[in-house]
């Protein structure tokens, strides 16, 4: 769109690129596609939810896993997922498929006939359970059951010392079943009783899983009867298998009662914090997970019922007046360069598709055509300008243009416009032009009308503007929007040097309505005509929708252009996210002295040098709040390069603090991806008993780990490393915890059992 004075023309398409480039396709664009726009806007921001809230679930996924939400008063609540092994009727995988429908109910370890609490799973394989406050410390069972083509699917968890604040993560998979069937069966024979330790249930699980690992197996048949599970919970397994998951058990029965030593209690203590916050945060993750997923699926479901379907017939019959006016150059068939005259579009049968034909004279200052294809059969378009034109195109010699759209025997089809050049400066510069677009359509229940304005400062070099500003609104029966103080400033060449929006806001109407708000953006760019690149950026964000609220405030970034692409030199800003599963508050902030973009590094120079740091608290629907403090520091450039992870994770009144480094293992001045660092090294302190916990880990693969727990005496109460290093040859590489009272438990039980 090219508005052209005597001076000097404007190249307005390209300032309206550039627009559209820089911000989300709701605040402008092509004025004959605000269904489309709206449409866009909602999948661009359930995107961009999703995209977020999972980044901040990562990022303390991959840090310091999961905790619990808050719990309801007077209750204790249970949360996990269930999932039924290949080999059991309707599941696909050993890992397991959702159970869904399932009845599932909680006993004490030693009273299984006396349900105390009973639920159902919903369709993802979700339960809650909320027990009588009363039995929290204890240890539950927690059994689910479903009949499947006339058969029972069982499957099974054990949950020692249960949190009086409750518990995310609970999940009943294979390896829980078979491990807590056999537990059960040495409780049921009178070898073990409550109360349980949590770090030896979950040892006796995780070896299981290995176990079921090593073996290969891929199919397990977990229905009563099936040839495994016992009729009654609790008896034990049966066949070659069952007899081999005993074995394992029985090896560990000593690990399965809570220690008598105090310092052994804290030392364990200590692990099971990360295990329960893995557990929980994981828990909590995913019921933010399948919360959002279903959420995007319910607004596709709305944009596709509600936008899309009933609105197909009206666009075809917008994009008519794309063709004529040249807004949609696929077909390249337009009025632009055509003389005033009477015009009529048909078919070519060829390519292109289209051709507009000359069928009668005008005055000069009107353009007339009628369409006769299937979809837009008796639509005519009629285009008006204030001064009269040789050739049609968007000039601003024109001084205004009248758009209008009617249909011989359709009274509700009238599409109105109008574009007017309202102020111009003293040498004729437009330095203001608005519009309005008023459409209304059989197939809407409300008109679609959008009022719009351009503003620009006159330029005192060679381009006619310094400045533009763009606003307007848009609404409609599937909502609004509204753009506030869009302005671009130019450089001397007439490219964008600097984008500044005050404040844009978009509204869904539909049944499960959206919102997006975006405020104080501000994006400082390159001089270039082809690929800006921006050298600086600031926002901030808000996007409500089905419960769930995410705020990303005071957002600033700085970037440096290496190779011709801005990497980020510095970033900061603030998180908050609120859902009715969980809340999130937090800070991020990094600074890298030599921004890379290859990734990952393969050579030391390569290698991202500088700080980042994350803080945050989440507080999930069930359990102690958690805490997280991150800071990671990479130095590829001394004599020994070091990646630093100081952190601290607090859950509830416990914290664990310390640090994690890494020397980066450098082969002939490359990478080694195999054993990315050498030797990894953890330094962490438990409060409040200011426990240590130092390890090392060398080798390939840093397979070969070493180090100790000890007291704030400085006394060893635990050791860390291979089983067949600290005395349980029967348990070969197994890296191990061994305790001085002789219990053990396995480093891979900290992982989500």
Known sequence: MNFRTPSAPIDMMRLYRVYYSLVPETLVGSLARKEEIMNKNLHFGHRVLVTLASLCLALFLSHCGGGGGGGITGGLNIVGDVFAPQGTPRSRSLAGSALPNATVKAYLLQRLDNPLAQA?????????????????????????????????????????????????????????????EEILRLVHDGNLASPLSPNGVASVIDQVRQWIDEQGISSLDLTVGGGLLPDTPGTGLQGSLGSDVRTLVQQQRNNLTQSTDNDVRTAKRMSQIMRDQIDAFLGSGDDEQVGIEEAVHRQETVVREEIISPTEAFMERIRFAERVLGFDNRWNISLIGMAPGHYREESTG????????????????????????????????????????????????????????????????????????????????????????????????????????????????????????????????????????????????????????????????????????????????????????????????????????????????TFEQVNGEA????????????????????????????????????????????????????????????????????????????????????????????????????????????????PVEISLTHSPSNFTLQARAVGDRNRDVSGTIKNSSGEVVAQIGKARDLGLPDFGDTLIVKYKDGSFETLGSLIRR
Do not use: C
């Not at 929290?136 to 059951?145: F, H, S, T, Y």
């Not at 390569?606 to 990671?632: E, S």
């Open 350 to 557: 060829s390519w292109p598709p289209y051709r507009l034909r000359r069928v009668g004279d005008t005055d000069n200052r009107t353009w007339r055509v009628d369409s006769t294809l299937p979809d837009t059969q008796g639509m005519t378009l009629t285009i008006t300008t204030q001064n009269p034109l040789a050739r049609f195109e968007w000039t601003s010699d024109a001084g205004a243009y009248t758009l209008t759209v009617r249909r011989a025997g359709d009274s509700m089809l009238q599409y109105d416009g109008s574009l007017r050049v309202v102020e111009r400066d003293q040498t004729g510069n437009p330095t203001r032009i608005s519009w309005q677009v008023t459409l209304r359509d059989k197939d809407l229940r409300a008109p679609i009308q959008f009022t719009g304005e351009v503003s620009g400062t006159p330029g005192s070099g060679n381009i006619p503007f310094d400045s533009l500003a763009l606003s307007g609104t848009l609404s409609s029966q599937f909502g609004m929007v509204t753009l506030q103080g869009l302005q671009g400033d130019l450089y001397a060449s007439g490219n964008p040097r600097q984008i500044r929006l005050s404040r844009a806001q978009v509204q869904s109407a539909t049944s499960r309505p959206v919102s997006l708000q975006v405020t104080n953006l501000s994006l400082t760019l390159t001089d270039s005509s082809e690929h800006p690149q921006p050298t600086a950026a600031a926002a901030s964000l808000t996007l409500e929708g089905e419960g769930v609220t995410l705020d990303l405030s005071n957002w600033q970034a």
């Open 120 to 180: 159902q799973t919903d369709a993802n394989g979700r339960y809650t359970l909320t027990l009588p406050a009363q039995y929290a410390g204890n240890d539950l069972v927690i059994i689910a059951e479903k009949s499947v083509q006339n058969r029972t699917v069982r499957l099974m968890t054990i949950l020692a010392s249960t949190p009086r604040e409750g518990k995310m993560g609970v999940d009943l998979n294979a390896d829980t079943t078979l491990a807590s």
């Open 567 to 678: 990497l980020p030199k510095t970033a900061r800003a603030a998180i908050g996210y609120r859902s009715p599963r969980m809340t999130f508050q937090g800070n991020f902030s990094g600074q890298w002295e030599n921004p890379r973009s290859e990734l990952p590094p393969q050579r030391r120079e390569d290698v991202p040098k500088g700080r980042f740091t994350f803080t945050g608290t989440l507080t999930p629907r069930y359990g102690a709040p958690a805490a997280v403090q991150i800071t990671l520091n990479s130095n590829p450039d001394g004599p020994a390069p070091e990646v630093n992870l100081s952190l601290r994770l607090s859950y509830g009144t416990e914290s664990v603090a310390g640090d994690v480094k890494g020397t980066l293992n450098f082969s002939g001045g490359w990478l080694d991806w195999r054993t990315l660092f050498q």
